[in-house]
């Protein structure tokens, strides 16, 4: 499952419906982004320092378009200001996850470990297109 870390109390405001888009100084490679994993962590990851091993999914998301970040757009980011530059990623069918699940946080987009997903107690056959029924199976 793919995941996208975001430092507290960010996250937990996506879970809540309080932030609706999150910015970047990039931009996914391909769009829709469908059932992203939203990882909180305490601490802002870098290239010297890459994961935080104490993230906690709070949500999975859909990112469905990616614009340049706009200056009335700061109350819907939660930000405190608007830097021009920076594009922002409309979240959509927020799902907070509520079960507490540690998963590492890591830079970018990054594939999350199946146990974790497991953990999570999300059904894989929910977010991965059939590929074509069974004869004699529904």
Request: charged share 20%.
């Amino acid at each position: 499952m793919l995941a996208l870390s975001i430092v507290g109390p960010h996250a937990s405001n996506i879970a809540a419906g309080k932030k609706t888009l999150e910015v970047r100084s990039w931009r996914p490679e391909s769009l829709p982004i469908r059932d992203l994993l939203i990882v909180e962590n305490s601490r802002f990851l870098s290239s010297g320092n890459p994961i935080d091993l104490n993230g906690r999914a709070v949500a999975i998301v859909d990112v469905e378009e990616v614009h340049k970040w706009q200056p009335f757009e700061v109350e819907a980011a939660c930000s405190n200001s608007w830097k021009p530059g920076y594009w922002a990623w409309n979240l959509s069918n927020v799902r907070p996850v509520t079960n507490n699940v540690t998963v590492p946080a890591r830079r970018k987009l990054y594939e999350v470990e199946l146990t974790h997903v497991v953990a999570l107690g999300i059904c894989l056959c929910d977010t991965i297109p059939a590929q074509g029924k069974v004869k004699g199976k529904a």
